[in-house]
């Protein structure tokens, strides 16, 4: 009789499972996630096409900003890459990569904090981007927006840099206090075999 469940623990062992399958509703979004990427992958090709095909027309700022806009793209498809399949490796189900030879050197122990740190890093660098093609066409920019815009996107910039460092800076300090304690539990095994 031991053996049986009560209908409540029936209940809470199927609730359970319940909620641990729900991390499959994230499937269809990165799923969604790959598919967005193959539209972006065109723009980028279009944004090429553009390119070469006002190669002789262009200035150098022309070519400057053209080359840069193919970067930040290609940016953005990195940062869509991260999220894919570092999300769900992490969040849905383990992707057995580990043998395979062209395993990305980021997914090695990714776990959601050092996630979250190349996101913010990442999208420090798109912001970046961003920036650097207002100062290279820093005339046009003020006719188009104003000194305020511009002043906005530095500050921007500035925050996620910011937010990049303390997540960063508080990754650091929750490790090194994982680690700490894992260090001082074989400190005290050395010390009983001795």
Request: aromatic share 12%; no cysteine; net charge negative.
């Amino acid at each position: 009789m031991s053996d049986q469940l009560s209908p409540i623990k029936r209940f809470e062992n199927f609730f359970e499972g319940f909620m641990f399958w729900s991390r499959w509703v994230q499937a269809p979004l990165y799923t969604g996630l790959i598919i967005s990427s193959f539209f972006y992958l065109y723009k980028f090709f279009q944004e090429l096409l553009h390119i070469i095909n006002h190669t002789a027309s262009f200035h150098e700022t022309e070519m400057m900003l053209g080359i840069l806009s193919l970067v930040d793209i290609s940016m953005v498809m990195n940062l869509v890459v991260m999220v894919t399949i570092g999300g769900y490796s992490i969040f849905t189900s383990r992707i057995d990569v580990d043998m395979h030879d062209d395993k990305p050197l980021w997914l090695e122990n990714l776990d959601a904090g050092q996630l979250k740190i190349k996101l913010a890093t990442s999208l420090a660098s798109i912001s970046g981007v961003q920036l650097l093609k207002t100062f290279i066409d820093y005339r046009e920019a003020v006719e188009k927006t104003s000194a305020e815009g511009i002043v906005m996107e530095i500050v921007i910039h500035m925050v996620f840099i910011t937010s990049a460092l303390l997540l960063a800076q508080t990754e650091k300090i929750t490790h090194s206090y994982g680690h700490h304690g894992v260090i001082l539990d074989h400190d005290k095994e050395e010390e009983e075999e001795h």
